[in-house]
């Protein structure tokens, strides 16, 4: 019995890091219930459609990073005669530990129409330009969450002159309450971590 000790002893030691490694590019409880209302967002080779984490293999992380433009929205449950903002932040901007940079605009998108968001297609009016993920080396994963809110009809969205200088330490919420967008009527959102980590 003594002999056998040692071997249980590694045998345990490795499904202790197997797990361990299984569960690194989890998601916590609280990104899985992030996601709600039917939003897609559409990449290549990625269809997001509940929370997630953009994996490594097929050098996804490095595409949606580097090579991918714009994805593709699509939301089924859009009325056709309403119109949507579509907002792209990061909250964990530099990292998720430290988010002095947070809010991060990735993109902002105002008058998309419903019928074309229910065909998968964004015309809108671009307040600003589509950036892709680009989490710095050693800053962990990022969340890149996706707001789609009901935009008011007598309530055209603007940024102020302050937020066009800058993407980052965009005050969210108050551009929220200035445009009374309420609650958006569906999120999702993705993971990532620079690819060359």
Known sequence: MTLLAP????????????????????LTSV???????????????????????IPKKLKLREKVSTVWKAPQIYFSRAQKNKMYVLVMVDPD?????????????????????????????????????YHPPTPPQKSGFHRYQFLLFEQLPDKPVSLTKQEKLS??????????????????????QFLTQNYKD
């Open 7 to 26: 071997f249980f002893f590694l045998f345990a030691l490795n499904l202790r890091l197997l797990h361990v490694e299984a569960t690194r590019d989890t």
């Open 31 to 53: 990104d899985a219930s992030f996601c709600h209302g039917g939003l897609e967002v559409i990449y290549p080779e990625v269809d997001i459609d509940k929370c997630l984490i």
């Open 93 to 129: 901007a530099p990292s998720r530990s430290e988010q002095t940079s947070a809010y991060w605009r990735h993109w902002l998108v105002m008058d998309i129409q419903g019928k074309a968001l229910k065909r998968g297609e964004r015309q809108g009016t671009t307040l600003t330009d």
């Open 167 to 188: 993407r980052g330490k965009w005050d969210f919420q108050a551009f929220i309450k200035r445009f009374d967008l309420s609650e958006p009527v569906a999120t999702v």
